[in-house]
T-cell receptor, first 113, second 113 residues
Framework: AQSVTQPDIHITVSEGASLELRCNYS??????LFWYVQSPGQGLQLLLK??????LVQGIKGFEAEFKRSQSSFNLRKPSVHWSDAAEYFC???????????FGTGTRLKVLA | DSGVTQTPKHLITATGQRVTLRCSPR?????VYWYQQSLDQGLQFLIQ???????AKGNILERFSAQQFPDLHSELNLSSLELGDSALYFC????????????FGPGTRLTVT
């Protein structure tokens, strides 16, 4: 069955430190992969997406993600976290030719000053 | 601002009642998705419409229904409300029929008392 797993429910990092949020997926078809961010009381905002091609994708707000087919992963990274990055982050997967779009359970990021 | 609008922002109603949530997609987007977000269930996909037709169904209760109108706005109808229906309801839109990046509205917070 298709699934998306975000193993970390909560992550705390210090401002200026690097960040990596994990996302693993199980999908039969070639996946389309997405990362979204949700600030408190807000809707979700698309950070970046991967459809094909270069496996390292750049997004908004200085985020990047790397698609690793062999590991079924699409981890989100940022070299230096800002206090304003504190939010909840969702990984999502879809596939061409299907209507299924699955969100992970989210990772809540806390940033220490 | 994603370009997706949702009304109302907040809704407080009693058990057993019926409410209608409204969503206007981004200009040019033909797909509308509805999601329910609660603390215990996370982000749950409810239903998708594309150009007026239902395309995919997720964990939508029989008490809930939706439709998309010729002007592409969508309504989510929730009836016989229960306390457990209290949640944030998000609408998202995308240009394509199959999973593409989605643009989320700010949500409607429903409180059932």
């Amino acid at each position: 069955a298709q699934s998306v797993t975000q193993p970390d429910i909560h992550i705390t990092v210090s401002e200026g430190a690097s960040l990596e949020l994990r996302c693993n997926y199980s999908y039969g078809a070639t996946p389309y992969l997405f990362w979204y961010v949700q600030s408190p009381g807000q809707g979700l905002q698309l950070l970046l997406k991967y459809f094909s091609g270069d496996t390292l994708v750049q997004g908004i707000k200085g985020f990047e993600a790397e698609f690793k087919r062999s590991q079924s992963s699409f981890n989100l990274r940022k070299p230096s976290v800002h206090w304003s990055d504190a939010a909840e982050y969702f990984c999502a997967v879809g596939a061409q030719g299907t209507y299924k779009y699955i969100f992970g359970t989210g990772t809540r990021l806390k940033v220490l000053a | 601002d994603s370009g997706v609008t949702q009304t109302p922002k907040h809704l407080i109603t009693a058990t057993g009642q019926r409410v209608t949530l409204r969503c206007s997609p981004r200009s040019g987007d033909l797909s509308v998705y509805w999601y329910q977000q609660s603390l215990d269930q996370g982000l749950q996909f409810l239903i998708q419409y594309y150009n007026g037709e239902e395309r995919a169904k997720g964990n939508i209760l029989e008490r809930f229904s939706a439709q998309q109108f010729p002007d592409l706005h969508s309504e989510l109808n929730l009836s016989s409300l229960e306390l457990g229906d209290s949640a944030l309801y998000f609408c998202a839109s995308s240009v394509a029929e199959t999973p593409y990046e989605q643009y989320f509205g700010p949500g409607t917070r429903l409180t059932v008392t």
